[in-house]
C-alpha cells in the first residue's frame, strides 16, 4: 500500500515546488545552476498560464499533504497530436516508492485518452532509474547530442512513444 496520493490538476504551490524539486536533485547532483531553476520556473509557470484541461495535464503525488514528484503532458506547442512529457520529478523523500511508476502510468494513460499519436521527452545521459522508467513505458531513444539547454553541458537525449503501438505497461 502507497503512503501518497496522486491529485490531478492545477494546485497551489505546484509551480514553486516543481522548480524547487528540479533545482535542488540537479544542483546537488549534477551541477545544474540558477538557469536550470530559472528555466523550469518560467516555462512551467508559462504552461500552468496557458493550461488546458482538455489537452493538457499535470499530476502531483503528495505525502502528508505536501508535494513530493510531479509529471506534466504539455501539448501548448505540438504538431500531428504528439504530446510532450515535461517537469518529470519524485523527492528523495518518495524515491523508489513507486511514486514515479504511478505518474508515468497516469501521464501514459492521458494520452491515450486523448488520442495521442506519440509522446516525446527531453532528458539526458546518466539518469539510468528514469531512462529504465522511460523504457518501460514504451520510449525509446531517438536523438542523442551533446547542448546546454538546461544551462550545463550534457549529452541531451530525446525518447519517443508511438502510442499507436504501445502496450500499457
Known amino acids: 500500500m502507497s503512503d501518497f496520493e496522486l491529485m490531478a490538476g492545477y494546485m497551489p504551490g505546484v509551480i514553486g515546488r516543481v522548480a524547487e524539486l528540479h533545482a535542488k536533485y540537479y544542483s546537488e547532483n549534477w551541477g ?66 513507486g511514486a514515479g511508476n504511478q505518474l508515468m502510468q497516469h501521464a501514459m494513460e492521458f494520452c491515450r485518452q486523448k488520442s495521442c ?8 545521459k546518466g539518469l539510468g532509474s528514469a531512462r529504465h522508467l522511460y523504457e518501460k513505458y514504451g520510449f525509446s531513444l531517438s536523438e542523442e547530442l551533446v547542448g ?13 512513444a508511438n502510442l499507436s503501438t504501445t502496450e500499457n505497461a
Open 32 to 97: 545544474f545552476h540558477s538557469f536550470f531553476e530559472a528555466k523550469v520556473a518560467t516555462e512551467l509557470s508559462s504552461f500552468i498560464e496557458h493550461y488546458n484541461i482538455d489537452k493538457d495535464c499535470i499530476y502531483s503525488v503528495l505525502k502528508d499533504g505536501k508535494i513530493e514528484g510531479s509529471v506534466s503532458i504539455d501539448t501548448t506547442s505540438e504538431v500531428n497530436n504528439i504530446a510532450h512529457l515535461r517537469w518529470f520529478i519524485v523527492s528523495d523523500k518518495l524515491r523508489g516508492q
Open 117 to 124: 499519436n506519440g509522446i516525446y521527452l527531453w532528458t539526458f
Open 148 to 160: 546546454e539547454q538546461w544551462g550545463v553541458t550534457v549529452t541531451e537525449q530525446r525518447f519517443d
